[in-house]
């Protein structure tokens, strides 16, 4: 394996306190705003699609697991599909892609209560989910000087960490006190959270750039292109040279 030189560190790095305030004027401090608000507005809903499927739906622990289980697997097989369209279109064309979905999984439980629904909700959720997670962690580490990363990471998981104990907190008193949807309480807050969340996409996620060069591509090259690598023999020459001055595939 590859093990890259280690950047020697600067005496003239921002503290922690720096990178807090630098939140709203730099790129990468826009970005952690913009994670930490969608962790905010997604866990308004995510501890209690639990709760809605036992104790409203009634739902078997069969079901239950059959309902989940379908999400994990899902997650499991598209994030190779993700990862090799993010090294080709950038993070965040990615993440602005999967952002037109996120918002609609949780309105999605408006529509039915049979099992054979929610798995396809959940497999949706899954394929949006895989994409957003996949490119805001690369993202980071593209972003994120290396001389400053473990700093940056640092910032970032920590904002990430309380926007989900304080969406969870918001959703635990929100949910007795919505107005029933369809007849739940809990369809009103799933609503309130895909509501939320588009809101945060629309508005924060347009200030963000990226911040490698990657050519444009569309939509339908982007989704149903088969993006394995190098596609033409220049390509394969430049990248098998890399490959042997560095170890590391391209």
Request: aromatic share 12%; hydrophobic share 50%.
């Amino acid at each position: 394996m590859y093990e890259p030189a280690a950047a020697l560190p600067r005496s003239d790095q921002p503290g922690l306190l720096d990178l807090v305030k630098d939140i709203g004027s730099s790129n990468l401090g826009r970005f952690t705003l913009f994670v930490a608000l969608m962790s905010f507005c997604t866990n308004i809903s995510a501890p209690f699609f639990t709760v809605y499927m036992l104790r409203d739906l009634h739902f078997s622990y069969l079901s239950f697991v059959i309902v989940n289980s379908a999400g994990t697997l899902a997650t499991i097989l598209f994030l190779a599909y993700w990862g090799r369209r993010a090294d080709r279109a950038g993070n965040i064309r990615i993440i602005r892609f999967a952002c037109i979905f996120v918002p609609l999984v949780p309105i999605a439980w408006l529509i039915s209560k049979e099992v054979w629904f929610l798995v396809i909700v959940q497999t949706f959720a899954a394929f949006a989910w895989a994409g957003f997670d996949l490119a805001n962690v690369n993202f980071l580490y593209d972003a994120a000087p290396p001389e400053e990363r473990t700093k940056r990471i640092a910032v970032f998981n920590a904002m990430n960490g309380v926007a989900v104990c304080l969406g969870a907190l918001t959703g635990g008193l929100l949910a007795t006190r919505l107005p029933p949807l369809f007849g739940y309480s809990l369809l009103s807050l799933f609503a309130l959270s895909g509501l939320l969340r588009a809101v945060v996409a629309a508005f924060l996620l347009r200030g963000i750039k990226e911040v490698r060069h990657v050519p444009q591509i569309g939509v339908v090259k982007l989704l149903f292109e088969r993006h394995r690598g190098p596609r033409t023999s220049t390509e394969y020459r430049l990248a098998r040279s890399r490959f042997r001055r560095t170890g590391v595939h391209s």
